[in-house]
């Protein structure tokens, strides 16, 4: 019988300490402020946006959202961004992905002001992140509210063998060097990797970001392993599910996020505790 | 019997490359230059500028010499930084490792201009190359001629299973970056790791930068592996040499590189060669 990380429980959490934070920036007259860009129709984008604004309003923080259709030119979302980099109102900038292919992601990346980069892609803070620098900066929101978790529920990362499968921009490399920085032994594991399970069963901590529904079962988990799921997948039936088979796997984890309620509420209420970072550190220089 | 990686002589081949490139640039009146910035007496230090400075010259390129006592002010090093990221005969910065304690490395660091970064710290660079973004930047100089080496000695990179002994910002961590490039499946080690020799078994490729004499040994190696020895150590008899003990591992193996004649020379040559790319980048934009 796995403990299971309450991921919805502890995002209620967070967000009650950034409503809070947000409540005394407001008092001082500073309103924190998000800008998503989104282009294009696609479905998912669409949900992840809203869901975003909902909160930010709940939270008291202003909320905008800058729509393009699918065919906007490069010049006029890198226009869109210069301007959100000088419009005081604004801390935290968000470039919903995915993007049309004839956009350059890289460049409407490296474009964002790397202090309102609230989803943490922007090389400089990546670079400062992997070299472990001090000082502020921000880091991408899933990662962010994964370690908070596995803080939060105890999980001893010092020399822990984590094994991470899957290597975006903004879960598995951003995880990797959290992780390297927390002293853990990580291994980054993607659709190359040979003998994956084999891997997999070695790891003291699982962290699974694949996007494929079921990817790990219990053969793949080693007795007592943490299991994190960044996975949101859709079986056949129509029914939610993560890139674990929890019902498989939970017999044998120690610690395991279900899906949905684990990384998914941790992810939304860390976007909300970095703006408000992003705020505070903006305005104390 | 393993095959030998001759350090050595790829590094005569990439000279010869980078002194032709060298010449053709001089040609076109643009004389590459290259500035070290050397604080205190560390003999190593200065063994190793001087090598660079002696080699420089003989590629044809500018070098010159900063020197700074030990207790110099971190203003009058910063000061000397931003005056070369101005000199336009200037095209790579070093700022020669270790620096003294009072000196803030990370401000030194961010203070040099990326496309003048030939040892490739400043987290632009880095963040960079850990996203894989596509364009021209420096990259730190050991881990380049690794790669350099690895591909030249026709080890397949995809899939593999690398081992990285030591967690530095000039040779583990833009390792690690590099090889996920390369799409091996890396784990980056460090002292906090538990049961080393274990992992270590298990690499296809396995690189030791720990500056620990003879840290690995035979029954650290798996049979078949490629071992590349970032080491350069002394021990008690004087006797220069590695973080492998080449003469028990050299069975086993089945490409390595010896100390010293492998990975010393590459990097050198590696520097030289990304003197000459930043000079040539800068003036193409």
């Known amino acids: 019988m796995a403990t299971i990380i309450d991921g919805k429980q502890l995002a209620k959490e967070l967000n009650k300490q950034t409503q809070k934070r947000a409540q005394e920036l407001i008092a001082k007259g500073v309103k924190p402020g998000i800008a998503v860009v989104l282009v294009g129709d696609d479905p998912a984008s669409q949900i992840y946006t809203r869901n975003k604004h909902r909160l930010a309003e709940r939270m008291g923080l202003k909320s905008d959202l800058y729509r393009f259709p699918t065919d906007v030119k490069q010049a006029t979302v890198l226009a869109a961004i210069k301007k959100l980099n000088n419009d005081d109102d604004i801390d935290a900038i968000i470039v919903q992905e995915p993007l049309p292919n004839h956009l350059d992601a890289v460049a409407i990346t490296n474009t964002i002001r790397p202090d309102k980069d609230v989803d943490g892609l922007h090389p400089q803070n990546l670079g400062k992140l992997f070299a472990d620098q001090p000082g502020n900066y921000p880091v991408a929101c ?9 803080r939060h529920y105890n999980v001893d990362l010092t020399g822990a063998n984590v094994v991470i499968v899957g290597r975006s921009i903004l879960v598995g490399k951003p995880l990797l060097a959290l992780l390297n920085n927390a002293n853990a032994t990580v291994t980054m594991a993607g659709r190359h990797t040979k003998d994956l399970h084999r891997l997999t069963r070695q790891a003291d901590v699982l962290i699974v970001a694949t996007g494929i529904a079921h990817f790990i079962g219990q053969d793949a988990v080693k007795d007592g392993a943490v299991v994190i799921d960044v996975g949101m997948d859709r079986l056949p039936s129509g029914k939610l599910t993560g890139d674990v088979d929890f019902d498989a796997v939970e017999p044998v984890a ?11 509420p941790m992810t939304i209420a860390s976007l909300m505790a970095q703006t408000v970072d992003l705020a505070e550190w903006r305005r104390n220089g």
């Open 142 to 150: 899933t990662p962010r509210g994964i370690m908070t978790a596995l």
């Open 254 to 264: 120690s610690k395991i996020t279900p899906v949905p309620g684990g990384v998914g």
